[in-house]
Each structure stands twice: as structure tokens, then as C-alpha cells.
């Protein structure tokens, strides 16, 4: 059976295990030492430069290739590095030194993951050369597939700049929380394809905030309906209610397929929400009702949004419209006003009717 774990390595509790990794990959001719240096030889790689659709020979000028005599080739890349004065060290075959930065991640990676892992994910900034050398050590080892499927991620823009501390535009997810919800932050990442540029301003957030809380008036509004709406049999009109809910569900699914297409795929939810408000009321069956409520609810899991218990109970509600009413008596319309502009932005309508004063979601 499955188990869920969630693991945070260290690479320095994997030393020895990337001592025996190199070495493996000097007993198959695809590394070499020069002086206490280990070196990956690209050319015993195989489809070097497969992820980043790059040849070795246009990789070779490539800007972020070290000139180094050492190297058979320029495009070698370091497995374990001899120590220099100053740095941390650990005992290998071939001297004191310290790992390179792409043998951690394989050896992490095949140790607490297996010789194939399912899902590898990154900045696209990391592609090559980190992941594209992850791939050839790891594959020359083992002869299997590194990973089935990579998911590289556009880069954040703070207001149109790219993130740094030297134009004070640096911040991070803490620091976001103390200004707006973090699932409004969820939000904005779920807005855009994972692989496309982000640009994150306080407008921006704003106007999510907003759209989030149309969800959360369309949830309510539901979850009040349900309190109030009968069971009963479904007209034709009724059945084709639920055809109509089944086709978000389905766009939602196609545009989650669809490489993970989040942003379009939160339309769907936008389209249940917006379709429930203008036509459901309490005379609705509340086998609808359900319906869309458990669709509503199961597409937002999967997002991981919309998870939180009604902010305002209908006992809230009732209070604020009583003391509306008893301010209309007392012919005071500008307090009156006040408290529907209140309820309004809480997702509260109100309709003044001769039966009294009716509410709902929205």
C-alpha cells in the first residue's frame, strides 16, 4: 500500500553514498581523476543534451562551460572536487574534497526514491546544466530512465523586475502572509501555467483576492441552499442540470491533463459557481444542489483551495439584518445603507420584500 511521506535530505548524510556512485561510474570509463579532481566524461553519456534540446558541439561555447586543462572535454562536468584551503572536506579514494553539485540530487534521488523517479521539477533556470547532468550520470549508472516526466516552472517578476535583494524587491512567503492570505498566494500561483513568467504585484493579488471570494460567495451560497432545499424527483430540465455540471468537470479534467493547465482549469470552477447563482434558488432539488456542491468541492481539493469553513454564519447574518431593520424604523437610511453595503461585500444580498427582508449567497 501506498504510504505518503514527505522527506527533507541533507546531502551531507549522503557522502558515502556518493563515494560508491562515482566510483561506479569510473568502473564503467564514464568518469576519470586527474589529481584529486573527478570528472564525468559527456561523450559516455547517452543523448547528452536530450532535455535541453542542445548538442555537445553548441554546448561547448556555451557561456557557462569552465575553461579547465584537466577536462577531456569542456564540457565535463565535476563529481567530487579536491579540497581547497578553508572548505569543508570529507576522506575519499581520491583525496580529501567535497561533492559536486549535480552528484548530490542523483544520489539522494536514487537512494530515497529508486533508479526511476516519477516526477522531477525545477526552475527552468535548472535544466541545464543541473538536470541535463543529473540525467547522464544518473542513466550511465544505472542504464535506466532518470525520471519519467520534468515539470520546469517560469521565473517570478516582482512588478515587471526580476526578484533581488540589491533592488529591494526581495521577500518571501512569510513575508507575503503577513500582507494577504496564503491561499490567495496559492491563488495567483494556480493563475498562470506553471511554465509561463509570473509577475506578482499588490494589484494583482487584490484582484485574486476578489475572484477567490467569489468562490467562497459561490460555495456558501450552495451550502445555504442545501439547508434550505427539499428533496424531491428530478424534471428533464433538472437531469440536464446535471449534464451541464458534468461538462465543467470534464473541462477542468481535460485542462488538468492538458499539462497541467491550472489556470484554465479554474475557469471551470468560475463556470459552476457563476452557473449555480443564476439559477438555483430554494425551490431547486437538493439532489442538485449536492450534486454541485460535491463537484464544486472535489475540483477545488484538487487545486487545494476553497477550504476553509464559512467566514460568516448565518447567525451573523441575521443579527446585522435585525439591526438594519430596527435602523430603517428608527429612519435611520444611513445606517441602514451602511449595513447592506456590509453584508454586501461579506457576499450577502438582501431583498426587501412585503413577506420581510430575504437573503443569499453570491
Same mark, same amino acid.
Given at each position: 500500500?501506498?504510504?505518503?511521506?514527505?522527506?527533507?535530505?541533507?546531502?551531507?548524510?549522503?557522502?558515502?553514498?556518493?563515494?560508491?556512485?562515482?566510483?561506479?561510474?569510473?568502473?564503467?570509463?564514464?568518469?576519470?581523476?586527474?589529481?584529486?579532481?573527478?570528472?564525468?566524461?559527456?561523450?559516455?553519456?547517452?543523448?547528452?543534451?536530450?532535455?535541453?534540446?542542445?548538442?555537445?558541439?553548441?554546448?561547448?561555447?556555451?557561456?557557462?562551460? +569552465?575553461?579547465?586543462?584537466?577536462?577531456?572535454?569542456?564540457?565535463?562536468?565535476?563529481?567530487?572536487?579536491?579540497?581547497?584551503?578553508?572548505?569543508?572536506?570529507?576522506?575519499?579514494?581520491?583525496?580529501?574534497?567535497?561533492?559536486?553539485?549535480?552528484?548530490?540530487?542523483?544520489?539522494?534521488?536514487?537512494?530515497?526514491?529508486?533508479?526511476?523517479?516519477?516526477?522531477?521539477?525545477?526552475?527552468?533556470?535548472?535544466?541545464?546544466?543541473?538536470?541535463?547532468?543529473?540525467?547522464?550520470?544518473?542513466?550511465?549508472?544505472?542504464?535506466?530512465?532518470?525520471?519519467?516526466?520534468?515539470?520546469?516552472?517560469?521565473?517570478?517578476?516582482?512588478?515587471?523586475?526580476?526578484?533581488?535583494?540589491?533592488?529591494?524587491?526581495?521577500?518571501?512567503?512569510? +513575508?507575503?502572509?503577513?500582507?494577504?492570505?496564503?491561499?490567495?498566494?496559492?491563488?495567483?500561483?494556480?493563475?498562470?501555467?506553471?511554465?509561463?513568467?509570473?509577475?506578482?504585484?499588490?494589484?494583482?493579488?487584490?484582484?485574486?483576492?476578489?475572484?477567490?471570494?467569489?468562490?467562497?460567495?459561490?460555495?456558501?451560497?450552495?451550502?445555504?441552499?442545501?439547508?434550505?432545499?427539499? =428533496?424531491?424527483?428530478?424534471?428533464?430540465?433538472?437531469?440536464?442540470?446535471?449534464?451541464?455540471? =458534468?461538462?465543467?468537470?470534464?473541462?477542468?479534467?481535460?485542462?488538468?491533463?492538458?499539462?497541467?493547465?491550472?489556470?484554465?482549469?479554474?475557469?471551470?470552477?468560475?463556470?459552476?459557481?457563476?452557473?449555480?447563482?443564476?439559477?438555483?434558488?430554494?425551490?431547486?432539488?437538493?439532489?442538485?444542489?449536492?450534486?454541485?456542491?460535491?463537484?464544486?468541492?472535489?475540483?477545488?481539493?484538487?487545486?487545494?483551495?476553497?477550504?476553509?469553513?464559512?467566514?460568516?454564519?448565518?447567525?451573523?447574518?441575521?443579527?446585522?439584518?435585525?439591526?438594519?431593520?430596527?435602523?430603517?424604523?428608527?429612519?435611520?437610511?444611513?445606517?441602514?445603507?451602511?449595513?447592506?453595503?456590509?453584508?454586501?461585500?461579506?457576499?450577502?444580498?438582501?431583498?426587501?420584500?412585503?413577506?420581510?427582508?430575504?437573503?443569499?449567497?453570491?
Amino acid at each position: 500500500m501506498y504510504e505518503e511521506k514527505t522527506m527533507h535530505p541533507k546531502a551531507t548524510d549522503f557522502i558515502q553514498s556518493m563515494i560508491e556512485f562515482i566510483e561506479g561510474l569510473i568502473d564503467k570509463g564514464a568518469a576519470y581523476n586527474v589529481d584529486g579532481n573527478v570528472y564525468f566524461n559527456v561523450n559516455r553519456a547517452k543523448d547528452y543534451g536530450k532535455l535541453s534540446k542542445k548538442s555537445i558541439d553548441d554546448l561547448k561555447s556555451g557561456a557557462r562551460v +569552465d575553461i579547465n586543462q584537466e577536462k577531456k572535454n569542456p564540457m565535463d562536468f565535476a563529481l567530487w572536487k579536491k579540497a581547497k584551503e578553508g572548505e569543508p572536506y570529507w576522506n575519499s579514494p581520491w583525496g580529501k574534497g567535497r561533492p559536486g553539485w549535480h552528484i548530490e540530487c542523483s544520489v539522494m534521488a536514487k537512494t530515497l526514491l529508486g533508479e526511476t523517479i516519477d516526477i522531477h521539477a525545477g526552475g527552468e533556470d535548472l535544466q541545464f546544466p543541473h538536470h541535463e547532468n543529473e540525467i547522464a550520470q544518473s542513466e550511465t549508472l544505472t542504464e535506466k530512465p532518470f525520471a519519467n516526466y520534468w515539470l520546469h516552472n517560469g521565473m517570478l517578476t516582482i512588478d515587471n523586475q526580476k526578484m533581488s535583494k540589491s533592488l529591494g524587491n526581495f521577500f518571501t512567503v512569510k +513575508d507575503i502572509g503577513k500582507e494577504f492570505d496564503l491561499e490567495v498566494l496559492r491563488f495567483f500561483l494556480l493563475s498562470a501555467h506553471y511554465r509561463s513568467p509570473i509577475n506578482f504585484s499588490r494589484d494583482v493579488m487584490e484582484q485574486l483576492r476578489n475572484g477567490l471570494e467569489r468562490l467562497y460567495n459561490g460555495k456558501s451560497n450552495l451550502e445555504y441552499l442545501l439547508d434550505k432545499a427539499l =428533496d424531491r424527483e428530478l424534471t428533464e430540465v433538472e437531469k440536464d442540470i446535471l449534464k451541464k455540471i =458534468d461538462e465543467y468537470k470534464y473541462d477542468f479534467v481535460e485542462n488538468m491533463e492538458d499539462d497541467i493547465n491550472t489556470a484554465d482549469a479554474i475557469s471551470s470552477l468560475f463556470e459552476i459557481v457563476k452557473y449555480s447563482n443564476s439559477n438555483f434558488n430554494e425551490k431547486t432539488p437538493k439532489f442538485v444542489i449536492q450534486y454541485t456542491y460535491d463537484n464544486l468541492i472535489e475540483l477545488s481539493k484538487i487545486l487545494g483551495i476553497l477550504y476553509k469553513k464559512d467566514e460568516i454564519l448565518e447567525e451573523e447574518i441575521l443579527k446585522l439584518i435585525g439591526k438594519r431593520t430596527k435602523a430603517r424604523k428608527e429612519k435611520n437610511y444611513q445606517l441602514a445603507d451602511e449595513i447592506r453595503d456590509e453584508l454586501k461585500e461579506k457576499g450577502i444580498i438582501l431583498e426587501d420584500t412585503q413577506e420581510g427582508v430575504k437573503w443569499k449567497r453570491v
